[in-house]
């Protein structure tokens, strides 16, 4: 095994409909009460994937499946209790009936145009978002300078 | 901190030049002596990006910007020592002299039609960059059907 340190992975979920994006209402710290993309931590054995499918269904009761992949924001200060990186898929809803439940106190369909406040760097992960789909689905991270258009014709 | 267990974060990089990609010849197990893609372990308190950077220039001596994230590679196997996952960047040269280091034993530029055997799944990896090229960018990660085309007017 390693013997160093390294950032813990998690990953994050985008859903939309129609103009709106799915969120949960924190049920426990940090970030308490406030807005967050359905996600968490990634177990040893499981992949990112499965790992985004699990936490948003233990979340939200929806089953999802990963179209794209937004962004990994790695950030060390992304979150107060220790270094995790996230992976951002975007995803899409193929089965469930959505229901707050585990770390989620409630479900919100919020409007992708008006998010200015979120837990962790979500606020700036949907930012990224709204760019992508305008963008050819350029991908993003914590560090990547967001004025610059990416040239694709390297 | 995480009392879980979590998948190892590492990095690679893919670096193109005309029809080739530039490879090293790994000179520790696993995979001694085959060809893989420079890349290694993310430390805490490092972002992704920087460790690509870090990690490219410790065993090329090139110094490399991030352009793109092909994707994000987590299958528990990946690796015989453990369970990795990596985030792949299709990065640029933007200075430095090439110059085999650290853990690779010979530095090859190596055309991308014909790579069929590296290391880990750094193979699949390339596979997927050469769909890439011609996909507008579309994303991967381990288990995604790759006959599957990815419709973007979601």
Request: hydrophobic share 35%; no cysteine; proline share 5%.
């Amino acid at each position: 095994m390693s013997s160093y340190r390294n950032p813990t992975p998690t990953v994050d979920a985008i859903l939309q409909k129609g103009s709106k994006v799915l969120m949960v209402r924190r049920k426990k710290d940090p970030f308490k009460d406030t807005l967050a993309l359905p996600g968490g931590f990634v177990n040893e054995g499981e992949t990112v994937e499965d790992a985004m499918k699990r936490e948003v269904m233990e979340e939200t009761a929806l089953e999802v499946e990963p179209i794209d992949i937004l962004g990994v924001y790695s950030d060390p200060h992304r979150d107060p209790r220790m270094h995790t990186m996230t992976v951002v898929f975007v995803a899409i809803i193929i089965g469930g009936k959505e229901k707050a439940q585990d770390d989620a106190a409630s479900l919100e369909w919020v409007e992708l145009a008006g998010i200015e406040k979120a837990a962790f760097d979500h606020a700036q992960i949907l930012a990224d978002y709204r760019q992508w789909k305008g963008n050819a689905g350029s991908t993003y991270w914590s560090t990547k300078r967001r004025s610059t258009q990416v040239d694709r014709n390297y």
